[in-house]
């Protein structure tokens, strides 16, 4: 019997696509220059269907990978060319609303943005806003382990994640929580999909701060809005979110959404501060200072709640109006220590120069993620290679700096091959050991967020050292 007709019997025939036209619909995630074609994909709408597919898939050594909404940007949601792809978009339910213990019960398939619009008339929201927080899943945000904008002050998913119902490679259900020993609630969040697919998740939400205040502050340059940045933290000041455009994005957000950026910054900072009233006031006095001291232009506190909306969206705008000043763009994501974002800035210049293409950036200054969008023409010869490179270029000048690969959109395809400008091989040895207890078979997500040989060539020493852990991502 085929594989297609295996996963009909088990999950029912409307749930299954196998249609090439229509898989070609999952082909790649947000990050569209790695493409793969799946055999099939399957639309479960509960854990049980979850759970009969990935039992097909455990008998037949067949690869799946998970997939949100496709907002990903780092191709973490790439299928395998012999797999399936197990879409969890009609898992789109919040189950329970528990407002007493400040606690939501929801499939994966719900958009961020919904788990707060669920608890708004309780005065409570969801803290983690990615910027796709409108289209966005919750079980994609529990992969990558999302951020957003004000991850500074409240930190990442994982930190607001308190219980996953998780489906294994085997097709083993279990429960993780916080209850005691290990933390596997901790190890599965940022796991990328290679530990198993999440069916049902409980986040903590908030309440809503007394007082919310919002900054715009226009900078001659990034150097100058990168002091700044620091000066407000050196400041014993912990804003909800500290957000930085150059002079390249917000010439495009304005074009696109009109929120009333100067467009003649050469950077500016978008400042929020919240919390109780008294305590809002006094650090909002304190970061007016700071921008004084640091050469801002012009310095904006919104009076209404749709001047705040208006700042806010031309930040979250920016990403999408790239289209507007370049035919293609490459979406990088490092990580930097606050103090070294001037140099890192100006080191990513630098390279710009070199390569001969532009670099927009926009990002979150507060925890130092940048986000630089490398802009090219894909039919130009030659200029997408050249965009990879530079891509490529950018994150080892962010490890150089003493930072990161990633902060929040994952290592998937995209930094794979990356992995040992971080990592040792005893690092990577003991991440793949920690996989392989979950999946010794390497059928989840396979080829994501560890160097392959297929995907990189000659790879460090885990591979070569653990033949039983290297079984499944080397075959795939």
Request: hydrophobic share 45%.
């Amino acid at each position: 019997m085929s594989l297609v007709a295996d996963l009909e019997r088990a999950v029912g025939a409307d749930a299954v696509v196998s249609e090439r036209a229509q898989v070609r619909t999952y082909e790649c995630d947000g990050l569209t220059g790695h493409r793969a074609t799946p055999q099939a994909v399957v639309l479960p709408r509960t854990t049980a269907e979850v759970r009969a597919a990935v039992r097909v898939c455990h008998a037949r050594g067949i690869p799946f990978v998970a997939r949100g909404a496709g907002t990903g940007l780092s191709g973490g949601a790439v299928p395998v060319a012999e797999g399936i792809v197990i879409g969890l978009a009609r898992m789109n339910r919040i189950l329970e609303v528990d407002v007493p213990n400040r606690r939501v019960r929801v499939g994966p398939g719900v958009a961020n943005l919904d788990v707060t619009r669920a608890v708004a008339p309780h005065g409570l929201y969801y803290a983690p806003d990615p910027s796709s927080q409108q289209v966005c899943t919750i079980g994609g945000n529990v992969a990558e382990n999302s951020g957003g904008a004000h991850c500074l002050k409240y930190g990442f998913t994982t930190n607001h994640v308190l219980e996953l119902e998780v489906v294994l490679a085997d097709g083993d259900v279990v429960r993780l929580d916080r209850a005691g020993g290990l933390d596997l609630l901790g190890a599965f969040v940022g796991s990328e999909g290679t530990l198993g697919i999440a069916t049902e998740i409980v986040v903590a939400v908030l309440p809503r701060p007394q007082r919310v205040e919002t900054l715009l502050a226009a900078f001659p340059s990034t150097d100058a809005a990168g002091e700044v940045v620091s000066a407000v933290i050196a400041a014993g000041i912990v804003p909800a979110a500290i957000e930085m455009m150059d002079s390249v994005t917000i010439r495009a957000a304005e074009a696109a959404v009109g929120a009333g950026l100067p467009l003649d910054a050469g950077a500016v900072l978008l400042v929020e501060l919240d919390g109780p009233a008294v305590e809002v006031e006094v650090a909002l006095a304190r970061v007016r200072e700071c921008c004084a001291a640091g050469l801002a232009d012009d310095v904006r506190v919104a009076s209404t709640e749709a001047e705040r909306t208006a700042f806010w969206r031309g930040r979250k705008a920016a990403f999408a109006a790239m289209g507007r000043i370049s035919p293609d763009y490459y979406v990088q994501d490092g990580v930097v220590p606050r103090t070294r974002l001037p140099e890192t800035l100006r080191r990513i210049s630098e390279l710009s120069r070199g390569y001969g293409l532009e670099v927009a950036n926009v990002f979150h200054a507060g925890d130092g993620n940048l986000h630089p969008l490398v802009l090219y023409d894909g039919a130009v010869e030659g200029e997408p290679e050249r965009a990879a490179e530079l891509a490529s270029a950018i994150l080892e000048a962010c490890v150089d700096a003493g930072g990161s690969l990633t902060g929040e959109h994952g290592i998937g395809l995209d930094k794979a091959c990356h992995m040992p400008l971080m990592y040792s091989e005893d690092d990577l040895a003991t991440m793949l050991r920690l996989r392989s207890a979950f999946d010794p078979k390497g059928l989840c997500n396979p080829g994501k967020a560890f160097p392959t040989p297929r995907l990189c060539g000659e790879v460090p020493g885990p591979y070569r050292r653990h033949p039983a852990e290297r079984e499944g991502v080397e075959r795939w």
